[in-house]
Structures are given as structure tokens and as C-alpha cells.
């Protein structure tokens, strides 16, 4: 494809101008040299790390560029949504350059960010000589993926404070990179376990920083609902709250060794909160996905609402875990003028054109004993109730298709026939994303023996913290590929792959840490780089450099290595 040349024209940034701080000596324009450095500069070095591994990477040894408050960052106006990032990290080392935008021309001793409407959506190049870098992208987003490699050339030290640097050596090197799939995404349970507002927005940085691009938020279940809702008020005046929690595993209900908080437990969010984080994420080139869980897991709504189950009665919110027999009732009008109110407010707040609607582990014990339900069945000429969940799904979707979004849920949404146009997320193993892929459609990997990070990280559990079981370590997580199975045809249907972090067993912010870093970066990596270009070894290496990014962000990671 040929390309576009702009007429650029120089302007200062508004309201953005660094002013330039006193660098090697009492002159800003003269350049921190190595030489220099000895007497007056105190220069930091940068590495080359980089995760997830780029997908072509080429470096000059012992070449660096040096920057310092001399060097004139030049940002097309376009990309600066991107680019103010590494401006922004740059401010941490004591010394400010100027910034100005549009004026891309490429001279010495600046870094450039220009546009190259060449380069994919979320691609870019970077080049780093002696004498400039510069950096390619066709978007603000490719523009941002620049900064996050940049960032992590960038010494350790500036992540957390302003420290008194003149200059930053950062290693010559030239990039060419872009995402192997569209999807990067991370799940977060807020139902079972809360997730402070502050918390969140720590792990929304944490997956910037290693490009993933999808929040998924899960946020309606059986334990408490999390999210205000004008029109039904007691969802969360009474769904967000529970009498007590079990803290022991659930295979221990029932036992003498089963305990239990001893106290109630509930929040939620509202809606200039859930608005607060889409905003930020989006700032990060994050989509939130919203997670409204229908037609099982619905105890906590019911609760509030009772004429929503098949009975009319009064459900408690679920102090235990595991997969409640309540489900909303299919036969009920109400039931689906309710689930559309729900889905409309949800919809105001959360831009994204996709819609997680939930659909697993819906128990149909309750249809079947329902008159209601068993008369939609035969009006419809339904063959039994997995048919009477496809006919729920279908109108969900039909509904959110009207809004102009579109659907995605849990693999059992195939069961009973798929709805029109309706994205899996495939978590009991990849069997249902690959039937939905040779069906035709978009699909979402997660299976939870890659990526359950609520596994436990090895197999000597005594020394590790309660989970829901499992065995998911790095190296496991690392090794997932989310188009196995499939022919080059079929895997055109995998937008990418996820990580699903439940929180049955999680409790804070410190364990939840624990249980995402590193095994995030592996997922980084493997949804990211290109397979060819993988290599567990190398990615082991790098890793150990990012466990001291970690220690200095404050980040309660847990080891590769640690058995």
C-alpha cells in the first residue's frame, strides 16, 4: 500500500511544555556525553528485556543514544494520546525536555514519534541510533505500545520516583512489531471477593505495561452483586451483601473443619466508579468488558427480586461457592424486560461493542419442574431445555444486537444451537471454541488448564495459598497457544486468549497479585509474539529483570522459580 505524506506544521504543547531542567552543566543545549560523565553526568543505562519478546528485534552493540534535557521530543498531534506516556516517565528522572507536537521532522539529538499509515493498528517501529529515536506508528495505540517497550528499556529506578538523573543511555536497537492475536485479555472477579477501585486500576497499568488490551469484569453472581442499577435499587441495597463467607475450601461445608468469616460482607460499585475505570482504562488503550451473568448464577439477584426465579422465593446471597440450582426463569416476561433494563444501563456506562452475557453452569432443574418454563418450551416447538437456554441466549443477544453491540459468553451457549453472530469464550478445555470456529465464529481461548490463574502454582500446595485446585504454573501458561487444533482457515475465527482470575479463594489485593504476576507475562508473550519467535529460556531471563520492576511498583509476585 503507498504512502501518505502530511504537511506537518511545529507547534508547542500546549499546557505541555517541559521546562528544561539543568542537565550536565549550567546550558541546557549542551549534550551529556559518556565522556562527560565521569565529572558531571550521572547516567543511567537502559536494557533491552522487553516483554512480550517483539516480533523482530535487531541491536547494535555498545551504541547507545543519550537523553537528557537537551534532547527535543517531537510528537505528531495525532499520536500523542500514546506518546505523553513516555513523556511522562522521562519527567521521573529529574530532567524535563521540551515537547512539542506535529513538527515530526527527524533531526539529532531528539526522539520523534511519526505517523506511517503503513504500520497496522496496533503496530509500530522504533529505532534507536547514537544520534535520534524515532518512533512509527499509525495510531495513538501503536504509538502507546512504543512507550511500553520504551518504558521498559527504561532503568528500573524511574517507576516510582523523581531521582536526580541527567541522562538515560538507551541501547541502540530497531523494532518492528505487532500483536499475533486482537485479543489480550485478563478476567477479574469481583463478585466473590470485592476488588478495591484502587486495586484495579494498579492491575489495568500492570497489563498496559505488557500489552494487553481487553479488561474483562465480572461482576453478577451467585455471592453478591457489584454493580448500581438505577431502576432495581435493591440489587445492590440487598445483592451486594451476604451474611458470611466461607473461608476454608468447599469441599470442607458440612465438616468440623470448615470456617467461616463470622461476620457479613458486600460492596459494590456505582456508576461514576465503573465509568471512573472504563475512562482510565481506556486512557491505557484497554477496553472493559462488562460481565452480566444470565440465566444461572443469578442467586444474588434473586434475592433481591424474587419474582425473577421459577418458584417467587426468597433466595439468601450465597455464603459458599460452587453452582446454585437458581436460575431466572424462562417463562417469565418479566424476567427478560428485567435482564433488558439491566443490560441498558450497563450498556450506558460501558462503551465496549462487545457484551459478556455469562451462560455457564445454568442448572435447568427448576425449568423442568416449572410450568411457566415448560409451556415456553412447547409454544416455541423447543425440544427440551438446553434448547430453552439457546432461546434465552438468542433473545439476550437479538436484544443487544439492537443496541448496536454484540454478545460474547462461556462455551455452554452452544448447547441447545449458538445465537446469530454470538462470540465463545471457550473455558472448559478449546473443544467448544473450536466447534464455534469451524461454525464460524469468533472465539476466545481460555481454557482453564492454561489460564485459571486461580490454580495453584505448584503441586506441593501445603506451601502455597488456598486455591480452587488445579496445576497452572508459568512454563504452562507460557506454552499455551490459542489457535491448537485448528487450520490456518478455521484460526481466523481466534480473536486471542484470556486469563481468568476467580475469586473464590482470593481475598485481597496482596494474594490476587500473587496469583496474576508473572503468570500474566507469560500470557503476554503468548498472545502477543509470534509463535516462531518464542523461546521459554530466553523468556525466563528477561522475566528476572521485570521481578525488579516489580519489587520497585510494589507488586506481590510469586517466582517462577520458586517451588
Not at 2 to 25: E, H, W
Not at 121 to 143: D, R
Not at 144 to 157: C, E, G, H, I
Not at 167 to 191: N, Q
Request: with cysteine; proline share 3%; charged share 25%.
Amino acid at each position: 500500500m503507498p504512502r501518505k505524506f502530511f504537511a506537518l506544521t511545529c507547534m508547542a504543547l500546549t499546557g505541555s511544555v517541559i521546562s528544561l531542567v539543568s542537565g550536565c552543566s549550567n546550558t541546557s543545549k549542551q549534550k551529556c556525553s559518556v565522556a562527560q560523565s565521569a565529572k558531571k553526568c550521572n547516567i543511567a543505562t537502559a536494557d533491552l528485556s522487553i516483554i512480550p519478546q517483539p516480533t523482530a528485534m535487531a541491536t547494535a552493540r555498545e551504541e547507545f543514544f543519550i537523553l537528557d534535557a537537551s534532547t527535543k521530543i517531537k510528537i505528531d498531534k495525532s499520536l500523542y494520546d500514546g506518546a505523553k506516556f513516555f513523556v511522562n516517565r522521562v519527567s521521573n528522572a529529574g530532567f524535563t525536555p521540551a515537547v512539542v507536537t506535529s513538527c515530526t521532522t527527524v533531526e539529532n539529538n531528539s526522539v520523534v514519534f511519526a505517523v506511517d499509515n503503513a504500520i497496522g493498528e496496533e503496530g509500530y517501529i522504533l529505532e534507536v541510533t547514537p544520534k535520534n529515536v524515532v518512533i512509527k506508528a499509525s495510531t495513538a495505540k501503536g504509538a502507546f505500545y512504543a512507550t511500553q517497550s520504551l518504558r521498559q528499556m527504561l532503568p528500573v529506578s524511574m517507576e516510582k520516583e523523581v531521582l536526580n538523573i541527567t541522562a538515560i543511555k538507551i541501547p541502540a536497537v530497531k523494532i518492528a512489531d505487532e500483536p499475533r492475536f486482537k485479543w489480550r485479555g485478563m478476567m477479574l472477579d469481583s463478585c466473590r471477593h470485592f476488588t478495591e477501585v484502587s486495586d484495579i486500576k494498579k492491575i489495568i497499568d500492570l497489563m498496559a505495561m505488557y500489552k494487553m488490551n481487553t479488561f474483562h469484569w465480572h461482576l453478577t453472581e451467585d455471592q453478591g452483586w457489584r454493580l448500581a442499577i438505577d431502576k432495581y435499587p435493591l440489587l445492590t441495597e440487598k445483592g451486594a451483601f451476604r451474611k458470611d463467607t466461607l473461608l476454608t475450601h468447599n469441599r470442607t461445608l458440612g465438616k468440623k473443619d470448615a470456617k467461616w468469616a463470622g461476620k457479613s460482607y458486600g460492596n459494590f460499585y456505582s456508576k461514576e466508579e465503573a465509568k471512573d475505570i472504563v475512562k482510565y482504562a481506556a486512557e491505557r488503550f484497554i477496553t472493559v468488558i462488562p460481565e452480566i451473568e444470565l440465566p444461572g448464577h443469578s442467586v444474588a439477584a434473586v434475592h433481591a427480586y424474587p419474582w425473577l426465579s421459577c418458584e417467587g422465593k426468597d433466595k439468601a446471597v450465597w455464603t459458599r461457592w460452587g453452582i446454585s440450582d437458581d436460575i431466572y426463569c424462562a417463562g417469565k416476561e418479566s424476567t427478560f424486560k428485567f435482564l433488558e433494563d439491566v443490560l441498558t444501563e450497563t450498556m450506558d456506562i460501558f462503551p465496549s461493542k462487545i457484551i459478556h452475557i455469562g451462560g455457564d453452569e445454568a442448572k435447568k432443574n427448576k425449568w423442568k419442574k416449572c410450568q411457566l418454563c415448560q409451556k415456553r418450551i412447547k409454544d416455541n416447538n423447543l425440544k427440551d431445555e438446553h434448547e430453552l437456554q439457546s432461546y434465552f441466549i438468542k433473545r439476550i443477544n437479538k436484544f443487544v444486537q439492537s443496541k448496536g453491540r454484540e454478545i460474547i459468553g462461556w462455551d455452554e451457549i452452544l448447547e441447545g444451537g449458538l445465537a446469530e453472530g454470538a462470540m465463545v469464550m471457550s473455558w472448559r478445555g478449546t473443544r467448544g471454541g473450536i466447534k464455534a470456529a469451524k461454525m464460524g465464529h469468533n472465539v476466545v481461548m481460555t481454557p482453564g488448564s492454561h489460564c485459571y490463574f486461580d490454580h495453584y502454582q505448584s503441586k506441593n500446595k501445603a506451601n502455597e495459598p488456598l486455591a480452587i485446585g488445579g496445576f497452572t504454573n508459568v512454563a504452562k501458561v507460557y506454552q499455551f497457544n490459542p489457535t491448537n487444533g485448528l487450520n490456518k482457515e478455521e484460526a481466523k475465527f481466534i480473536q486471542g486468549g484470556q486469563a481468568n482470575v476467580w475469586h473464590e479463594y482470593i481475598r485481597d489485593q496482596k494474594y490476587r497479585e500473587y496469583m496474576i504476576f508473572p503468570r500474566l507475562l507469560a500470557l503476554s508473550e503468548a498472545v502477543w509474539t509470534p509463535m516462531e519467535k518464542k523461546n521459554y529460556d530466553d523468556f525466563k531471563k528477561r522475566l528476572e529483570k521485570h521481578y525488579k520492576r516489580f519489587d520497585t511498583l510494589g507488586v506481590n509476585y510469586r517466582r517462577h522459580d520458586k517451588k
